[in-house]
């Protein structure tokens, strides 16, 4: 398939027409910048200067599209205009075609074309003085120096602010597309951060409501069943105040409530009575000091979820919940009896190893999860020092 030539722009197309006509209007006139009896003037026909008007004209549709093809076609124009009686919209319009052979021409070009011209100045300048011996062949120089140096030297300054400025819209929209990307990431991290206490908050609650209202349902004795239905009013009595407070956090955007208190190392006696009513019986063997509060937080969440796992997976038998301190590390290990093949109590997506895992991620430390012979075993191993994560 052929290439499409570029289309000129219609403002070079009215610079064209509209040189084309003053100069025609100037030729009519008979305005000329030289006389028919100047040494210069070799070509005499009173029609000679509208081909170098035309040939100039003929190249300002091309300043854009072919910057160097309408600088070539215009200084033979201006060549060509030397030997005649002349135009000045023939000169006005070659500066034009220089101007924009540098600014809208090759970066090369654009650096080449203005030390070209200002050699070309010097050159015509002090070449005739010195063959003259008259300081008047400077002025050769500076007609130079007008008509060829000035536009360029303009260009050069034109393209580096318009090249600045393109720099400069570059930069904002690289700026604001970071932005919109770190945007992004937050959402994305304050959502995995509310899934995380969601599912912490509800999980226990609701895994326990499953299992003891399957008993309720299979095992025909009043005893048990009372018993059943009043672990499942307790769960679901704490599951909605939980419920309620996460929803009354997320709804307050006012920014003035107080933030509500995050649960500690120091309540793990409570999540172990509450897991051995649920039920499973546990043993909690917590040595460690004060730690930062992160890390607190994150290991309170830890337990709690294996806990779950545990009253919904694991086979009959003790629950071993072990927190030591040592090194700088807090090591958090839960294991529990495992026995492959078992049917789980309550339905599980998952969730909770990947809830673990980003947790302990975040503060850089390490996890890891799976059986270890007859048990199944969480192990999670939190740095106390502040960091980034490794």
């Known amino acids: 398939m052929p ?20 100069g025609v209007l100037l030729w009519a006139l008979g305005i000329h910048p030289r006389v028919d009896g100047d040494d210069l003037v070799l070509w005499h026909a009173p029609w000679a200067p509208l081909v170098p008007l035309a040939m100039t004209a003929a190249g300002e549709p091309l300043r854009r599209i072919m910057p160097r093809t309408g600088l070539l076609t215009g200084t033979v124009a201006l060549v060509l205009d030397t030997v005649t009686l002349g135009s000045i919209v023939t000169i006005v319009l070659y500066t034009d075609l220089m101007y924009a052979a540098v600014l809208y021409g090759t970066p090369a070009a654009a650096r080449r074309i203005p030390w070209v011209t200002g050699m070309l100045t010097v050159v015509a300048g002090v070449v005739p ?21 000035g536009p360029a030297a303009t260009g050069v300054l034109v393209r580096d602010h318009r090249d600045a400025a393109e720099a400069a819209r570059l930069r904002a929209e690289q700026t604001a597309l970071l932005a919109e990307m770190d945007r992004a990431q937050a959402v994305i991290g304050e959502r995995a951060r509310v899934a995380r206490e969601l599912h912490d908050l509800v999980a226990n609650h609701l895994s326990a409501i499953a299992i003891h209202s399957t008993a309720a349902l299979s095992i025909d004795d009043p005893g048990t069943s009372r018993e059943a239905l009043s672990v499942i009013r307790e769960n679901s009595v704490a599951g909605l105040a939980e419920m309620r407070r996460l929803i009354g956090i997320l709804r307050d955007s006012s920014g003035d409530r107080e933030p509500a208190a995050s649960p500690t190392l120091d309540g793990l006696g409570a999540l172990v009575d509450s897991a051995r009513a649920n039920g499973l019986e546990v043993t909690l063997d917590a040595g460690h000091g004060k730690v930062p509060a992160p890390v607190e937080l994150a290991a309170y969440r830890i337990v709690q979820e294996a806990l779950t796992n545990a009253l919904k997976h694991a086979s009959t038998g003790c629950v071993r919940v072990t927190l030591r301190q040592t090194d700088g590390t807090l090591d958090i290990r839960v294991s529990s009896p495992y026995r492959p093949g078992d049917t789980p109590r309550a339905p599980g997506a998952g969730h909770g190893l990947t809830g673990m895992r980003e947790r302990t991620a975040l503060l850089g430390g390490a996890f890891e999860a799976g059986p270890r012979g007859a048990r199944w075993t969480v192990r999670a191993t939190l740095p106390l020092t502040e960091g980034d994560p490794a």
Not at 11 to 22: N, T
Not at 129 to 149: E, K, M, S, T
Request: charged share 15%; net charge positive; glycine share 18%.
């Open 3 to 22: 290439l499409a030539l570029p289309r000129p722009h219609r403002d070079d197309w009215r610079i064209a027409v509209g040189g084309l006509a003053g």
């Open 129 to 149: 003085a010195a063959l003259w011996r008259d300081p008047q062949g400077l002025l050769i120089g500076v007609g130079v120096g007008v008509v060829a140096f």
